[in-house]
Nanobody, 119 residues
Framework: QVQLVESGGGLVQAGGSLTLSCAAS????????MGWYRQAPGKQRELVAR??????????AYGDSVKGRCTISRDNAKNTVYLQMSSLKSEDTAVYYC??????????WGQGTQVTVSS
């Protein structure tokens, strides 16, 4: 089992910045993908950013709606993944979930953290 705990959500004005953190614990040795997803009311959960490790190669993918405004990073020593967001818009308002998986799918989810962008 893997436990994921998100932090850093909150209320921010449009144009502002926010950094989310996700600390992983448990059986994380074989986890090769960690990322951030978000879900707004009435919408499906969508990819924000994801880091996948295959051997010594690291792949990073961003959702189209956040490209150029978000940066995902991972601190392996702390088992933590970060999401830096800037130039936030009202449409970025959502619950942000941290996810982790062994392959192409997400096998574990955090409880989510609310991000609200006021215009």
């Amino acid at each position: 089992q893997v436990q994921l705990v998100e932090s850093g959500g909150g209320l921010v004005q449009a144009g502002g910045s926010l950094t989310l953190s996700c600390a992983a614990s448990g059986s994380i040795f074989s986890i090769n993908a960690m990322g951030w997803y978000r879900q707004a009311p009435g919408k499906q959960r969508e990819l924000v950013a994801r880091i996948t490790r295959e051997g010594n190669i690291k792949y990073i993918a961003y959702g189209d709606s956040v490209k150029g405004r978000c940066t995902i990073s991972r601190d392996n020593a702390k088992n933590t993944v970060y999401l830096q967001m800037s130039s936030l818009k009202s449409e970025d308002t959502a619950v942000y979930y941290c996810g982790a998986g062994y392959g192409q799918t997400i096998d574990y989810w955090g409880q989510g953290t609310q991000v609200t962008v006021s215009s």
